[in-house]
């Protein structure tokens, strides 16, 4: 089992940057990828970027330029630094992970980020 906590949401001016964590505790040894999700009131939950293992960085295009994702190890910790907000980034965001052979799927609480005008 793995445990995620998100933190780091809040309201921000457009152009405004915000860092997200996500912790992850629990049977980590054996993740593949932590990924951050995004959903908007009405809208389906979309992929924002993801990490694997083995350090590959995938991004949607309408964040590439703007987000970052990272991973300290020594502190379980993956991180989606977002530089250059826009209101169509206000959304509650998601920190997603899959395990072993089967890829199992947990995802944490989620964080609130609203990006004002």
């Known amino acids: 089992q793995v445990q995620l906590v998100e933190s780091g949401g809040g309201l921000v001016q457009a152009g405004g940057s915000l860092r997200l964590s996500c912790a992850y505790s629990?049977?980590?040894?054996?993740?593949?990828?932590i990924r951050w999700y995004r959903q908007a009131p009405g809208k389906q939950r979309e992929l924002v970027a993801a990490?694997?293992?083995?350090?590959?960085?995938n991004y949607t295009d309408s964040v590439k330029g703007r987000f970052t994702i990272s991973r300290d190890n020594a502190k379980n910790t993956v991180y989606l630094q977002m530089n250059s907000l826009r209101p169509e980034d206000t959304a509650l965001y998601y920190c997603?992970?899959?395990?072993?052979?089967?890829?199992?799927?947990?995802w944490g609480q989620g964080t609130q980020v609203t990006v004002s005008s």
């Open positions: 990490i694997t293992n083995g350090g590959s960085l």
């Open positions: 997603n992970a899959d395990q072993g052979p089967k890829k199992y799927d947990y």
């Open positions: 629990g049977s980590i040894f054996s993740i593949n990828a």
